[in-house]
């Protein structure tokens, strides 16, 4: 026997009828989901090493003595400071030892008073600080002379996407660019 289908009145009956699952939400971003968890552990064992690492230039600021020592590790300990491990190069492991006191007085003041009772030195090969790279500097722009007359030269071009490129790249040759702009 073959089965009546419903008309669509009585099909948005029963569609009212029946309950569905509410929509499912999607997921929430990780950084938002994270952020709370990260900020309990910023607060309990701070930026670590890695904020140290970024910074040590500026900690330190002797870029002699920074380019002879690296942070490694910080270890917390129960009595609630901490042992800042230092990577030296041997023939200046002398001069890290005589300057500690200011060292740890330097980082104390970068992760907070207290933070690090005491450094640990070994010896040992040091990566080169990275180089600060100034940002490209930008030529300055055409007189208005010559600004002037690029316009009048390219007046005559009916595609304005051309016409850009044109002035673009007369500009990029009156100011003697090596690489088209």
Do not use: Y
Not at 20 to 44: M, V, W
Not at 113 to 141: C, E, F, M, N, S
């Amino acid at each position: 026997m073959k089965r009546r289908l419903p008309t669509e009145a009585e099909a948005a009956e029963i569609l009212q009828r029946r309950r569905t699952l509410p929509q499912r939400r999607p997921a929430p971003r990780a950084g938002r989901a994270l952020a709370k968890l990260i900020r309990t552990l910023d607060g309990r064992f701070g930026q670590g090493v890695s904020g140290l690492e970024a910074r040590w230039l500026e900690i330190l600021g002797d870029a002699p003595l920074a380019n002879v020592c690296r942070p490694e590790r910080l270890m917390k300990s129960k009595s609630g400071g901490a042992t800042l491990e230092l990577r030296v190069v041997g023939a200046a492991a002398g001069l890290v030892q005589h300057r500690s006191a200011e060292i740890i007085e330097r980082v104390n003041l970068f992760l907070g008073a207290g933070a690090v009772d005491r450094l640990r030195i070994v010896q040992g090969p040091v990566k080169p600080l990275a180089a600060k790279t100034a940002p490209p500097r930008r030529k300055p722009p055409l007189d208005a002379g010559a600004e002037a007359e690029l316009t009048r030269a390219t007046e005559t071009v009916p595609d304005e996407p051309l016409r850009e490129a044109l002035l673009r790249l007369g500009r990029g040759a009156l100011r003697g660019d090596r690489r088209a702009p």
